[in-house]
């Protein structure tokens, strides 16, 4: 065990993931000399391709609307900072949270869910699309760095909080780590952290942007009990206060709440449960790391708001049906030609149709422009859809 391994099994709970009992790699490895298993999976993941990328693809706004605004990037960090914190209060194990947090994102399209939607409804025929599988499909197939295996052979733990969600069908074809779905389990308290630590993230810091772009109003923000409350007790303290800082003040005092009742609830669940270990973790009918009642009604009221007057809003609609259509005509056009594509996306397409028909080629496809940015997607339109100037 490293340095780094023996500090970390001294300060964890009997409950959360310990490198050493890690259920491994598809493809065996040696231990790392000095880091531990999951810092291994962290380094992997913040030198891959896929986690680059993310600094061009959209969270809310797409990225040439501004340069302050989120990115999946940006929104992947501050998951990881949300989780490590968690994590650490609760003796959990704070780099694999942050594996996961980093990770969970890898797979998104480019123009956020709109570009997912768009790229499931192409895949239909061919067995969908989801972004989370395909987060999954990118770590253990698609990343190209390593000369003794595909993808970058993360362990079961963090692979395993990526997969947040799955069908039944796709889980049939996922081995040992589909099995919880099927038989209904849990997965480990740093991967149910992981998931919870990306909602808080993005509820909270929607706001900001929106705020931001002026889309969101403080009149009817105030109205939201979280915001509200907050707002109201940032402005008794400070009464002088004006501009952005009234408003990160407010964001962080809303954060600070979240957390803190996570922290309080999921410890009160995670002693009442009386689990002993990541497999006792494992075997519970429900998540254990959760909110209360009071703040998880808190924290869909703002949802609900942010769902009507952010992501719903004109604006947002009118870039999310230009980037549809990106991405639609995209897909369409290098599935009728795969001469459209790269080389070696090229020949992988003509391998996985000989091998699995027409929907072998379409994955291939949609891995393609599922792993485009926002402007490379709108500069490889551009490239194929606008005429040449004759001139």
């Known amino acids: 065990m490293t340095s780094e391994g023996a500090a970390d099994a001294l300060r964890l709970a009997s409950w959360a993931a310990h490198d050493a009992a890690s259920r491994g790699r598809v493809y065996p490895e040696p231990s790392p000399e000095m880091r531990g298993e999951f810092q291994r999976d962290r380094d992997r993941i913040v030198h891959s391709n896929a986690f ?8 809310v706004f797409v990225n040439h609307e501004g340069d302050l605004y989120r990115t999946r990037l940006t929104h992947s960090m501050e998951v990881a900072q949300i989780g490590r914190t968690i994590a650490g209060v609760l003796g959990l194990h704070e780099t694999l949270t942050e594996a996961i947090c980093l990770a969970h994102d890898l797979g998104h399209t480019p123009f956020g869910h709109a570009g997912q939607d768009a790229l499931n409804e192409c895949m239909r025929e061919y067995g969908g699309f989801e972004h989370n599988l395909q987060s999954l499909r990118v770590v253990d197939l698609l990343e190209e760095r390593y000369a003794e295996f595909p993808g ?42 992981a998931n919870l630590a990306d ?9 900001d942007d929106g705020l931001r772009a ?39 005092r809303m954060i600070n709440r979240v957390v803190r009742d996570v922290v309080e609830t999921s410890r009160a669940r995670i002693l009442d449960s009386g689990v002993r270990s990541i497999d006792d973790v494992r075997t519970q009918a429900e998540p254990l790391i959760t909110l209360s009642d009071a703040v998880r009604t808190e924290h869909v009221e703002l949802k609900r708001f942010l769902n009507a007057n952010l992501y719903r809003h ?24 795969i001469d459209l594509l790269p080389r070696e996306h090229r020949d992988a397409a003509a391998l996985a149709e000989q091998s699995g028909g027409k929907s072998g080629r379409a994955r291939v496809v949609a891995d393609y422009v599922a792993g485009m940015t926002d402007r ?3 500069g490889e339109h551009r490239r194929l859809f606008t005429p040449a100037d004759p001139f």
Do not use: W
């Open 52 to 59: 680059r990328r993310l600094v061009y693809k959209t969270q």
């Open 152 to 193: 970058l052979n993360l362990t079961y733990e963090t692979r395993e909080g990526i997969l947040k969600h799955c069908s039944l069908n796709n889980a049939r074809q996922l081995g040992e780590l589909g099995e919880r779905f099927l038989r209904r389990g849990q997965p480990s308290l740093e991967a149910q952290l």
């Open 199 to 207: 909602a808080i993230a993005y509820n909270n810091h929607d706001v």
């Open 214 to 252: 002026g889309l969101v109003e403080m009149d009817g923000l105030r109205e939201v009990t979280l915001f509200g409350r907050e707002h109201a007790a940032v402005m008794a303290r400070y009464p002088a206060l004006t501009g952005r800082r009234v408003i990160h003040e407010t964001i962080r």
């Open 314 to 337: 004109h604006r947002v609609l009118g870039m999310t049906d230009k980037a549809r259509k990106v991405l639609r005509e995209l897909f369409e056009a290098m599935m009728g030609d």
């Open 376 to 378: 490379y997607a709108i």
